[in-house]
């Protein structure tokens, strides 16, 4: 529990931070807004489509005898749609972030400036970081992607698809969320992807206890927007912790938390 409520700790003082620093809120709300605008007409076109797609994917249903076809064909409309919530949440951060990749990198530099006076570098060109990030995210995307499917094959276990399911959903979320948004950070300090990875499952309940409370807020469209730049913020003072550069809270008397072990 305390592990988790670090991981909390850290969501909180990224979104102080960028209140505290007024023109770094600013720039980072930029991104998430064009992103914001173009799954806002996706969500909206599932919503209108989502039932025709299911009743063209289960002709076999036809027929069945009433009420059967209408029950199961609304249970299949709702999971469509929390499907594509699911995917969503999930690759909303990795779009906006490709989208303001720039806005981003300076964003956590001036965070770990401010908190320990160095700025890692990666030394690669812009365009090579750009390439990075998305090659990064097409493979994260393709592990949420493998993860959706069986969670949505899932849902259909009684008592367990309805209560266990949706909790799993909610960690997958967040911990996919934790590392796309540390990856700013982390791939200034030289980690690839699977560093990154092997660096949170090391630390999975302060990962957790990041990226679930981020992902549940993702779930309002409006609340993901202005969370954004805190959520890079304190994404990295998660890496820095995560890596050893901040000090623990008995070192600091309460102050910073900082890295296990």
Not at 48 to 70: C, H, K, Q, R
Not at 174 to 188: I, M, N, S
Request: hydrophobic fraction near 50%; proline fraction near 5%.
């Amino acid at each position: 529990m305390r592990d988790l409520g670090a991981g909390l700790g850290y969501l909180i003082k990224g979104q102080r931070w960028v209140l505290g620093h007024g023109r770094w809120f600013g720039i980072g709300l930029l991104p998430g807004l064009i992103t914001l605008v173009l799954y806002a007409g996706a969500l909206i076109g599932l919503g209108y489509g989502a039932d025709d797609l299911v009743e063209w994917a289960t002709p076999f249903a036809d027929d069945w005898s009433s009420p059967w076809p209408g029950l199961l064909r609304n249970a299949l409309t709702v999971l469509v749609f929390v499907l594509g919530l699911f995917l969503a949440v999930i690759t909303f951060t990795a779009v906006t972030l490709l989208v303001g990749q720039p806005f981003y990198e300076a964003l956590s530099e001036e965070v770990d400036r401010t908190e320990g006076g160095t700025v890692p570098e990666s030394g690669l060109p812009l365009l090579r970081e750009l390439w990075i990030s998305a090659r990064d995210s097409v493979r994260i995307l393709a592990r949420v992607g493998l993860y959706a499917v069986l969670l949505f094959a899932l849902g259909f276990v009684p008592v367990a698809g309805q209560t266990v399911v949706p909790v799993i959903g909610f960690c997958v979320t967040g911990y996919f969320l934790a590392e796309e948004l540390t990856a700013v950070a982390l791939q200034r300090r030289g980690m690839v992807l699977k560093d990154r990875l092997a660096l949170l499952r090391g630390h999975r309940l302060r990962t957790l206890g990041f990226g679930v409370p981020l992902g549940l807020a993702f779930m309002l469209p409006f609340v993901a927007v202005f969370l954004m730049p805190g959520a890079v913020a304190g994404a990295t003072l998660l890496a820095r912790g995560l890596t050893g550069e901040a000090e623990t809270d008995d070192e600091k008397g309460g102050g910073a938390v900082a890295a296990e072990g």
